[in-house]
């Protein structure tokens, strides 16, 4: 079992920034790969970025690549996201969530662990 809590949600300017944490409970963090996913209001989950057990494997959608950088500290049992240059449409509900595959995969529906969620607002 596995228990994750976002935090670090908020609201900003477009073109501003934010970081938002995922702390994990339990002492084999390492082992999983970690996602982060984001839901609009009225539009589906959509993946956003993703990490592999040992940090050095990244996936990022392409909507958001150059923009947000996915990062973890194992010591930490925390992933982050920091997320800069934000534009009204990265407005969502920000959720991390955990697997146990190898490498960082896009597919919500291969996660078991879910966060409660974060909410970002981006202001025009």
């Known amino acids: 079992q596995v228990q994750l809590v976002e935090s670090g949600g908020g609201l900003v300017q477009a073109g501003g920034s934010l970081r938002l944490s995922c702390a994990a409970s339990?002492?084999?963090?390492?082992?999983?790969?970690m996602g982060w996913f984001r839901q609009a209001p009225g539009k589906e989950r959509e993946f956003v970025a993703a990490?592999?057990?040992?940090?050095?494997?990244?996936k990022y959608a392409d909507s958001v690549k150059g923009r947000f950088t996915i990062s973890r500290d194992n010591t930490k049992n925390t992933v982050y996201l920091q997320m800069n240059s934000l534009q009204p449409e990265d407005t969502a509900v920000y959720y991390c969530?955990?697997?146990?595959?190898?490498?960082?995969?896009?597919?919500?529906?291969?996660?078991?662990?879910w966060g409660q969620g974060a909410q970002v607002t981006v202001s025009s």
């Open positions: 969530a955990s697997n146990t595959a190898w490498n960082p995969d896009p597919n919500s529906s291969s996660y078991n662990y």
């Open positions: 339990g002492r084999t963090f390492g082992a999983y790969t």
């Open positions: 990490i592999s057990r040992n940090g050095f494997i990244y």
